[in-house]
């Protein structure tokens, strides 16, 4: 079983509709991000939480919101989708007492369209 | 903050060597990642420098100066499998996230 789970995996809605994607893990780390990812722009990320009463803004936090429900869970809301919102979206996790510090675990990735 | 630059694309050949160069500018030097990434799949870990040198692991090497804000990923005995991109990450300041470059797609050809 994956480590880092995300869900759904693909997505087409409207423009205007409210969207959540979900990131859920069973690796116990503490730390959890959430990206998107553009062709030529790279990994960009969203938001991050260091722990479930933590919550940060990341480079283009505009237009997302996110909730974290319990140690293992992190979902990322669309409040009301526009077109270029549509990207590949990551979570990811780390731990800096597991790997070499830093080092974060992906999920496969939610392809979002926003039509 | 923090900026990598690496070239966009490279096309190499099956069995021969390439190296994908990342030049970095960080306010706390914390490490370097390399990250690989085929196309509409996650990111998987590849390696980590923290200190100068080499640090080889199977067909895969990564450098690391310090001082020059430089570091390359050399694969060895290129294999079809390869294709993909490969991300040069840098932790941000405060050692919050990571940093990631833009990648470098490499293609293998026969």
């Known amino acids: 079983d994956a480590d880092v789970t995300q869900t759904p995996r693909n997505r087409i809605t409207k423009t205007g509709k409210r969207i959540m994607l979900e990131c859920s893990q069973t690796k116990g780390h503490d730390r959890m991000y959430w990206y998107r990812q553009d062709p030529g722009l790279g990994l960009r990320l969203i938001y991050y939480s260091f722990d479930v009463k933590d919550i940060n803004k990341g480079e283009i936090s505009d237009g997302y919101s996110v909730s974290r429900q319990a140690q293992a869970k992190f979902s990322l809301s669309l409040e009301s989708a526009i077109p270029n919102q549509t990207a590949l979206y990551f979570c990811?996790?780390?731990?800096?007492?597991?790997?070499?510090?830093?080092?974060?675990?992906f999920g496969p990735g939610t392809r979002l369209t926003v039509l | 903050g923090q900026n990598i630059d690496q070239p966009t694309e490279m096309t190499a050949t099956e069995g021969a060597i390439v190296q994908i160069n990342c030049t970095y500018q960080?306010?706390?030097?914390?490490?370097l990642f390399w990250y690989q990434q085929h196309a509409g799949e996650a990111p998987t870990f590849l390696s980590y420098n923290v200190l100068d040198g080499l640090e080889e692991k199977g067909r895969f090497s990564s450098f690391l100066s310090r001082s020059k804000g430089y570091s390359y990923l050399l694969l060895k005995e290129l294999q079809m499998k390869d294709s993909a991109s490969y991300l040069c990450?840098?932790?941000?300041?405060?050692?919050?996230?990571?940093?990631f470059g833009t990648g470098t797609r490499l293609t293998v050809i026969p």
């Open positions: 990811a996790t780390s731990d800096l007492g597991q790997g070499f510090g830093n080092e974060q675990f």
């Open positions: 960080t306010s706390g030097f914390n490490g």
């Open positions: 990450a840098v932790p941000s300041t405060g050692a919050n996230n990571l940093f």
